[in-house]
């Protein structure tokens, strides 16, 4: 089968690879799309120290169950699954908190991910999807709203709040926006460009341009936001900072430049009595309270453009690009 290989640091070929047979506990999927996030980026350029060589790539996935070597799994089931192979018997598993598991292995990373037509998971990690859920939609749940979702319970996040999200064209962006408004947020999406902000005035209520934000949601949203979504990183954390009320929250999940640091100012961090708070991955649970909210509350999955396997280098050059809004798809 055709597969996106990670041979070592920055290095990949789209190559036949032998199609993986299975263990007890274990299912073959068939692969309908796998989506690009710049976490593969950040792993390609060797900022994950776990990566194991040769590799997989890709986290993101939504696939047919075509073989299954465990009784909850039927061939014909539709699933996705979370981000991490886990063992489900440790006790952070045993707890719910399963992005926890003392035996996680990630996908993409540390065991073979999902740029290929077939993949290999354990039944332990998939998640069955609804009808009401499309493909575009089921395969960015549990790294993109599953994982905000889970930051937003975390964090308390109440109806009415303001919630302000930067690098709103993005993949995680465009869908926070969504997400924030779908649990009963009035939601701010920063933007660097005019005319990305144009198409996400569909998405939020208010929109504002450019790097230097925090005076104007300070004077428009009654002197600062209840919570900000940082899905850039240092570009914009300072600014994201000032933007919150006193005893606002951050939920940090996103650095697009791992090389730079951020000197945090302990005493305003203090007396500005603010949370910050880093969010990574989602359980089973949150991916199945995000297929209810979406039921409710309908999410448009923003796809950029989709790519055939075999055209990952232009997929990754999309994924790089300024232009671009929402995610990038690869259809095996
Ligand atoms: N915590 C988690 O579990 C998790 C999950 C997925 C992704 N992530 C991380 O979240 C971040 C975003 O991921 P993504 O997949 O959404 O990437 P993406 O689609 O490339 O979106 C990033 C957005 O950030 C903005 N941006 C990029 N570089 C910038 C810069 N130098 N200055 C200001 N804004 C910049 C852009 O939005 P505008 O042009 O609109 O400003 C861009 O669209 C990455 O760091 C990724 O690793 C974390
Ligand atoms: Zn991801
Ligand atoms: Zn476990």
């Known amino acids: ?50 990566m194991r060589y040769p590799v997989v790539l890709g986290h993101e ?64 990690s998939l998640v069955k999807v609804p009808d009401w859920v499309s493909d575009e939609l089921a395969v960015l749940t549990p790294c993109v709203l599953a994982m905000l979702y889970r930051g937003f319970r975390r964090i308390n996040l109440n109806m009415g709040e303001t919630v302000l999200v930067t690098g709103a064209s993005g993949g995680v962006g465009v869908h926070a926006v969504q997400l924030a408004r779908a649990m009963g947020a009035r939601v701010i999406a920063v933007t660097r460009s005019e005319e990305k902000a144009k198409v996400l005035g569909k998405f939020a209520d208010d929109i504002i341009v450019g790097s230097g934000f925090s005076e104007e949601v300070k004077r428009r949203f009654n002197g600062g936001v209840d919570v900000v979504v940082e899905a850039v990183g240092t570009p914009t954390i300072s600014e994201s900072i000032r933007s919150l009320r006193a005893g606002g929250r951050l939920l940090l999940i996103g650095n697009v430049n791992p090389d730079e640091t951020y000197q945090l100012r302990l005493g305003y961090t203090i007396l500005k009595d603010i949370m910050i708070l880093g969010n990574a991955a989602a359980n089973r649970s949150d ?41 990038v798809l690869l259809v095996p």
């Open 1 to 50: 089968m055709l597969a996106v290989v990670v041979t070592s640091k920055g290095r990949f070929e789209v190559r036949d690879i032998p199609m993986p047979s299975l263990n007890a506990g274990e299912v073959l999927v068939r692969i309908r799309y796998a989506a690009l996030c710049y976490r593969d980026l950040l792993q390609l350029r060797g900022y994950y120290p776990r």
């Open 61 to 124: 996935v939504v696939g047919v169950v075509e073989e299954s070597r465990d009784p909850r799994f039927s061939r014909g089931d539709r699933v996705v699954p979370i981000l991490h192979s886990i063992d489900g018997t440790c006790d952070m598993c045993l707890r719910g908190e399963e992005v926890y598991c003392r035996n996680r292995l990630s996908f993409g990373e540390e065991v073979d991910g999902f740029f290929a037509e077939y993949a290999r998971v354990t039944g332990n």
């Open 287 to 327: 991916v199945a309270s995000v297929f209810g909210i979406v039921k409710v509350r309908p999410i448009e999955p923003v796809v950029a453009a989709k790519y055939p396997l075999r055209e990952f280098a232009e997929a990754l050059r999309m994924l790089e690009s300024g232009s671009r809004i929402g995610k």
